[in-house]
């Protein structure tokens, strides 16, 4: 695919400000001389195929100007969205409002100045797009804003349109796309070089050749198409036909004859026309003979028609390799290919836990309470909660730590909630949280230090098991935990916090820096397209703890944020739809460790792994270092889980 998204995060600081200006000359344009640019965070979403490029990209305030192509004439076309800019040219000072189209010279000394934030679409189409179709040269010596309305909405709206769903078109579709864009931004470019009053005869020329060669796209099927016939459609002689093709050096004839063959090059590389036979292309182009059709490709491209398009599929083949599921390296694939699957390998190895009968298998249920729970952490020493045999199920109750993000959403009413973020001036239900000391000797936070921050239930034993088992755990469902308060009765939630420890604390774009943010979401947990929306954010602010500690920052977890102390923004991320993969951020196996592990960064045994291929119907595979126990815990939520095992012995392996 030829979509490349880009954001600044990706390269070291120092780095950035080149990186950028590869955005940027990607589409023609340059950062203004004389200006800084790329002050904080930037991205792009960039798509291109031969000679046509699309950008949609958001920065902070920056100047920008051409990067000078004096050999191309189609000029760049940008639109701003979301907040406008101002145009600086020969003609003055002009504000651009959101969703007016500028059309931009190649060459010249204009720029444009974004004040604020720079939110802007950007197409680039230079001369290989045409694939030798004559355009005209719609020159433009100055910028020209066009306002919407007409056939310049209908150009804006396609190009918003496509610059918001760059990601999820397939190549045949892009391409598509692609030709249309061109299409429309050299008739605007026409119209306005018409339309200029200083542009003479020359600029009407360049506008009448445009549409004859638009005319030639539309009949190339026709066997019939003759200068005396395109002539006297345009209301024109056929000498001054001839004449207008001789301005830009060519001859109807050839024309339409390079236009016929490179069409049919097109087809014959695309995949998605493979299965059009070679004749039914050349006829499709108005080759009344498959033998004539042949020769005249093989003269212009060097290979007969068959040998081509075998030689494109052979190359379409090596570049994106064999398809596989989304996410998986070509190595793993192969790797999966070769060796026989974990479900054959289990079919030996679970031999003894397929002796019992399903009457004989038994399902447990495992709530999620104070007690059930460790926060934080992980070790081989914490007591089993439960014990199953392999081949049982297990219906498994959890929390997030964000639940304390709002309280009223997540907490109130839910009794296993409220049993494990219990904390009052007297007595905190959980008190260790983190694998740090308990005396908080460290930073003062409190018990365990935050070193660690997830709410693991279990651990759960499996019978028999021993180290150096293999564990499967296969999760069957997942279900979110709804809010029980009145309220908000069946409802959903879930919070994600741009904190201290991430890139966003000293990276967003306006606003004060550094700083924490917290927003909560609601979760629709639909059957197709399970998604989020949020509801509001708010600013961290220090908020104490029943204790009496200070918490400045968002450094300990399960610390209860009052509602009177911070300032909900409600209307964030409007209309906007997060789509959910449901799946569990921390699974593991007990370590080998004794003491405490911070369940933060994932290792051998599992973890904080993240990964949303842990989801329904996934099975996770596990090499016991100590007896197998296995403990539970994006936007983080409070799901659900049931699961069975099957612990097969390593002997059998």
Request: hydrophobic letters at 40%; charged letters at 20%.
């Amino acid at each position: 695919m030829s979509f490349r998204p880009f954001t600044s995060e990706s390269y070291a600081q120092d780095d950035r400000p080149e990186a950028w200006r590869d955005v940027l000359a990607a589409v023609g344009l340059q950062p203004a001389t004389g200006h800084s640019f790329l002050d904080g965070h930037a991205t792009a979403s960039h798509r291109h195929t031969a000679g046509v490029a699309l950008t949609r990209m958001a920065a902070g305030a920056q100047t920008i100007g051409p990067l000078s192509q004096f050999n191309e004439d189609i000029p760049i076309a940008l639109m701003p969205v979301e907040d406008g800019m101002v145009l600086k040219s020969a003609g003055g000072h002009r504000i651009v409002p959101v969703g007016h189209l500028v059309l931009l010279p190649r060459i010249g000394d204009w720029s444009i100045v974004f004040q604020r934030d720079m939110r802007a679409i950007v197409l680039s189409v230079t001369s290989e797009a045409l694939h030798g179709r004559f355009s005209g040269k719609p020159r433009l010596g100055e910028p020209r804003v066009v306002p919407p309305g007409g056939f310049a909405d209908v150009f804006a709206r396609l190009l918003d349109a496509t610059a918001r769903t760059l990601d999820s078109l397939s190549d045949a579709e892009w391409n598509a796309v692609a030709q249309s864009l061109v299409d429309l931004l050299l008739t605007l470019a026409h119209q306005l070089a018409a339309s200029t009053s200083e542009a003479g005869s020359s600029a009407t020329q360049a506008a009448l050749l445009h549409r004859i060669c638009q005319t030639i796209e539309r009949r190339l099927d026709d066997p019939e198409l003759v200068p005396a016939r395109v002539a006297e459609a345009e209301g024109i002689s056929e000498r001054y036909l001839q004449k207008l093709f001789e301005t830009v050096g060519d001859n109807f004839t050839h024309y339409v004859r390079e236009r016929r063959l490179q069409r049919a090059w097109a087809d014959l590389s695309n995949p998605a026309e493979a299965h059009r036979s070679i004749s039914e292309i050349a006829y499709a182009y108005g080759f009344g003979d498959s033998a004539h059709f042949s020769r005249a490709f093989r003269h212009r491209f060097g290979l007969p028609p068959r040998e081509f398009r075998q030689q494109e599929a052979e190359r379409a083949t090596s570049q994106h390799g064999v398809a596989g599921q989304r996410g998986w390296p070509q190595e793993a694939l192969a790797q999966l290919r070769v060796h026989p699957s974990v479900e054959a390998r289990s079919s030996v190895a679970c031999a003894g836990a397929e002796e019992r009968t399903t009457t004989e298998r038994r399902h447990h249920h495992l709530p999620v309470e104070d007690s059930r729970v460790h926060w934080g952490y992980f070790s081989r020493s914490l007591q089993p909660q439960i014990e199953i045999a392999s081949g049982d199920t297990i219906t498994i109750e959890t929390l997030t730590q964000h639940a304390s993000d709002a309280p009223d959403m997540m907490i109130a009413g839910d009794a296993g909630a409220e049993s494990v973020f219990g904390w009052t001036r007297d007595r905190k239900n959980v008190d260790r949280r983190g694998a740090g000391p308990m005396d908080a000797s460290v930073f003062g936070r409190g018990a365990g230090e935050g070193f660690g921050v997830h709410i693991c239930t279990g651990p759960v034993a499996v019978k028999d098991a021993q180290p150096g088992d293999v564990l499967e755990v296969r999760i069957l469902d997942i279900v979110p935990r709804a809010s029980r308060n009145p309220i908000h009765a069946g409802r959903v939630f879930g919070s994600s916090v741009a904190a201290w420890w991430g890139y966003h604390y000293n990276e967003f774009l306006g606003g004060p820096k550094p700083r924490e943010a917290v927003t909560i979401y609601e979760i629709f947990d639909d059957t197709v397209a399970p998604h989020a929306r949020a509801l509001y954010s708010y600013r961290w602010e220090p908020q104490t703890d029943p204790f009496g500690v200070v918490h400045a920052t968002y450094d300990y977890p399960g610390v209860p944020v009052m509602p009177a102390t911070i300032k909900r923004r409600h209307a964030v991320l409007d209309g906007i739809r997060i789509p959910l993969r449901p799946h569990f951020g921390v699974i593991a196996v007990a370590p080998r460790e004794v003491d405490f592990v911070d369940s933060v960064p994932p290792s051998y045994f599992g973890g904080n792994l993240d990964n949303w291929r842990l989801g329904k119907g996934r099975p996770s595979i596990f090499r016991s270092p100590s007896p197998a126990r296995c403990c539970r815990s994006a936007i983080p939520t409070q799901p659900r889980a049931t699961a069975n095992s099957a612990a097969p012995r390593s002997s059998a392996r």
